[in-house]
């Protein structure tokens, strides 16, 4: 009960009319920027941060999580009505929803969306409530060996899961990795790899790197590889769901969430793969599945809601033990340590109210979404209609306003092209971006908790294989890299047998 | 995809292993003092290096051969055109240059200019209006609004 107690008592801090005020401003600006191309919850959270510095946590983390869970929303009408997903967790309900659109249907498919991610969203929100105070008692438990291997765990599922192979995610986290590098040694106060530039010595900042790499990447490649421009499917019909709809909904609704949750919570790279299997899944068990393909109203509800159980996962592993596991939780990472806060167990215990006003303020949060989304889709539709030319101009002016006023540095800017020549490549050839920002945050994090660890030791490396947690942490992360090759070779063997039989 | 991409892939990989050199070089000038703790602050680095250096190399192969898992570019074209990549990178070099000596607005509006016409903006009076109209009302917004500290310039000084 002391959960529900801590819970009421988040209500009491998040429905003060100041943090209502933030929690609406959040949602808004989150169900904007998803909506449109280009800019998503990361690169808003980044952009935000300086503008925020005088304000209090909580009310900056309330708005912050509304501009996260507000992207998934927004992610789901661009997808729908564009076919151009404003999100990477939403590319699975471009697929159905966009032809659904084309079929006279968008009313429906935009409604599921909405209703989807509202019951998804609030039923992985409680279980956020109750799932992080139990993570935060056994990550109180973990010792700095342990901690390493959780990082390493993480490293090596977020560089295999997302993008279009294991190396080039490892080459991107490495990437982030070496980046992370640059600065002063908190430990023996020395000097590494700053060149001698003055500008080097307390690091590259994750917020210049990430909107580096999201805002002037993202232009440099929307310009010189532009591709067909897309266009907007007008809204026709009812946006009311029938009777069938609904019946049809409502268990894709409850699926995508038991998927989306779990992979969100695992160290496992965020909502990409559980939209991935909850198309899968809803195709399979659908009544009629000839009809996915042609616009579907499974393949909607059920990745919809996937990615945003995911979503609110995303913040168990965040907030108890420090580890972000997706690219915008890198960026809530890196705003927690502006504020001199460091995620994890003993979070829970030192900033209660923070925590607990967070987590109420989601419930509330998802509230505003369904009213913003559902009667107001006309007007995010509107969104899209801005200029590309003036939608990129804008953005970059506010990324190069975000860079500089972090700390009023020309070099900064200097930084944030270079990076953003770096995010453009990456763009280009299909190299994952976000293992790099995970990286860049959370690999001096994992060097300070293994050398901590090996002095605990006395820098016998074998701390990492006697500690219990540690040891299976690192034997799961060994597994996620041999794994899936040993299994393919193994199972392209059995394939070739099978067939050396059937030609004699 | 053609061979131009293969080509590229190859370079991109062979970075890869450069800028795991250059970290080795780097870590190389990292004193390592002898001290009570036995992990000094080269070792994480030495690891990192040869990461790069390891997975640039499995990359190099790959992609020379053909085997990398094919590229799915997006709904990007298959070329690049460098004359916008220019114009976006020129937008961006001259607010670096500009932002401290003429002031953010001046600054803002040469690179929103820059950029929309590097996307196709064609009534270009249209978009320098625009360009000026954002930006100055970006700076009293942020300046006086929110009271960031954004360059003033000459123009705006003491205002």
Request: glycine share 12%; charged share 10%.
């Given at each position: ?67 996260y ?52 969203g609030t ?50 986290l ?8 640059v ?9 590494r ?6 500008a ?32 907007v ?99 809530m ?9 460091q ?39 509107r ?122 | ?17 450069a ?53 799915s ?50 009534h ?36």
């Open positions: 009960m002391a959960t529900l107690d801590a819970l009421l008592h988040g209500f009491s801090i998040a429905l003060t009319l100041h943090n209502l005020w933030w929690a609406l401003l959040g949602v808004t600006l989150g169900t904007a920027v998803g909506v449109l191309p280009g800019i998503g919850p990361a690169l808003t959270v980044s952009l935000l941060l300086p503008v925020t510095f005088g304000l209090e946590p909580t009310s900056a983390f309330i708005m912050f999580a509304g501009i869970y507000g992207g998934m929303y927004g992610g789901s009408t661009a997808s729908i009505l564009l076919n151009t997903p404003g999100e990477s967790a939403s590319i699975i309900t471009a697929l159905e929803g966009n032809l659904m659109a084309r079929n006279g249907r968008a009313g429906p498919a935009l409604a599921t969306a909405a209703i989807g991610s509202f019951v998804a039923l992985a929100t409680v279980l956020l409530t109750f799932l992080a105070p139990l993570v935060a008692d056994l990550g109180l438990r973990f010792g700095p060996a342990d901690y390493f291997g959780l990082m390493v765990l993480s490293f090596t599922t977020v560089s295999a899961v997302l993008g279009r192979s294991l190396a080039w995610g490892l080459a991107s490495l990437f982030g990795m070496a980046l992370g590098l600065g002063i040694d908190v430990q023996t106060g020395q000097e790899f700053t060149l001698g530039l003055p080097l010595l307390d690091g590259i900042d994750v917020i210049v790197v990430v909107i580096g790499l999201f805002a002037v990447g993202e232009t440099l490649y929307v310009a010189s590889c532009p591709g067909d421009p897309a266009s499917v007008p809204m026709r019909g009812s946006l009311w769901m029938s009777r069938r709809d609904w019946a049809r909904s409502w268990k894709p609704w409850l699926r995508g969430t038991a998927l989306g949750f779990p992979f969100g919570a695992m160290p496992a790279g965020g909502g990409e793969i559980p939209t991935f299997l909850s198309y899968a899944i809803e195709k399979r068990l659908a009544a009629k599945p000839d009809e996915f393909g042609k616009g579907a109203i499974e393949g909607v509800a059920g990745p919809e809601a996937a990615n945003n159980a995911a979503a609110a996962g995303v913040l168990v592993p965040l907030l108890t033990l420090g580890l972000p596991t997706s690219a915008t939780a890198a960026v990472l890196a705003a927690f340590q502006q504020y001199g806060l995620p994890g167990p003993l979070l829970f215990e030192n900033s209660g109210d923070l925590v607990w006003g967070l987590i109420a303020s989601l419930y509330i949060g998802n509230v505003m979404l369904l009213a913003l989304n559902l009667p107001l889709v006309g007007l995010w539709v969104l899209l209609s801005i200029p590309r030319p003036y939608l990129y101009g804008g953005i970059l002016t506010f990324a190069t306003l975000g860079t500089y006023t972090l700390n009023n540095s020309v070099a900064d800017l200097v930084t944030l092209y270079l990076v953003g020549v770096v995010g453009f490549l990456m763009r280009r050839f299909d190299i994952p971006v976000a293992p790099a920002v995970i990286g860049l945050i959370l690999g001096p994090m994992a060097e300070q908790q293994m050398r901590r660890a090996l002095s605990i030791s006395e820098g016998h490396f074998s701390i990492f294989v006697t500690e219990p947690i540690a040891a299976t942490l690192f034997a799961v992360a060994a597994l996620v890299l041999v794994g899936p090759p040993v299994w393919r070779r193994l199972h392209s063997g059995q394939v070739a047998r099978a067939k050396s039989r059937q030609t004699p | 995809m053609g061979n131009r991409f293969l080509r590229g892939e190859v370079l991109i990989a062979a970075g890869i292993v800028l795991g050199v250059a970290l080795a070089v780097g870590t190389l000038a990292i004193p390592v003092s002898g001290g009570y703790e036995r992990i000094g602050p080269a070792a994480y680095p030495w690891a990192i290096a040869l990461s790069l250096v390891i997975i640039g190399a499995i990359l190099v192969r790959e992609a020379a051969r053909g085997t990398a898992p094919a590229i570019a997006g709904p990007g074209s298959d070329r690049t055109a460098l004359r916008p990549f220019g114009f976006v990178s020129l937008g961006l070099i001259l607010d670096l240059l500009l932002i401290e000596r003429a002031g953010f607005v001046i600054a803002s509006a040469t690179l929103f200019f820059c950029t929309a016409r590097a996307l196709g903006a064609r270009w009076i249209v978009t320098a209006a625009i360009a000026v109209a954002l930006s100055i009302s970006v700076y009293f917004a942020f300046s006086s609004g929110l009271n960031l500290d954004l360059p003033a310039g000459p123009w705006l000084e003491g205002r």
